[in-house]
């Protein structure tokens, strides 16, 4: 992976840009709830607009909280990475958000859990890939605290509103990225 040369001190205000405006459009949707329904809705080409839409979407305050957490630990552990840290979140948000037009179940899918599942993901990819076992173990640490989401969130639960296939499709998109950056490719 290409040595980005940043650090956390110097990525922290991008870290609180990106989750305050993912809280602004929250309470935007409050005002304009029809804002939620430009999530990913697979194989519909007004779908397509959730794509980069999807992480700034929450269905309530609920979904919201439990979701900042994770991806505020999450991002700030890429921001310590080797990674050009932006470049990743960017790639595995549109790459997961696409794979889930193409596969996702019928719904509209929002929410920043399958970011945070890319996330995820993409950390303990690139720890296994470069051999670098504390980011490895915090990512795994933040898998199994945000409630086992890499491998619970990922299976179906019929009748269930949460997007399983979202995360799914996130995490795919994290190891490849990783997989992808590691090589030298994108």
Known sequence: MADSSHTIREEINAVALFIGAIWAV?????????LDHYGVIPRRIVGLVGIPAMPFLHANFQHLLSNTIPLVVLLILLAGSRAESWQVVLDVALL???????????AVHIGASSLISGL????????????????????LIVGFLYGGSLILGVIPRFG???SWDGHLCGAIAGGIVAYALARGTR
């Open 26 to 34: 929250f309470f935007i949707s409050l005002a304009f709830p029809a």
């Open 120 to 139: 995820t993901a993409f950390l303990i990819v690139a720890g296994l890939l470069e051999q670098r076992i504390v980011p490895l173990l915090i990512a």
């Open 160 to 162: 269930s509103n949460i």
């Open 96 to 106: 997961g958000g696409f794979l889930l037009w193409i596969f996702g179940r019928e």
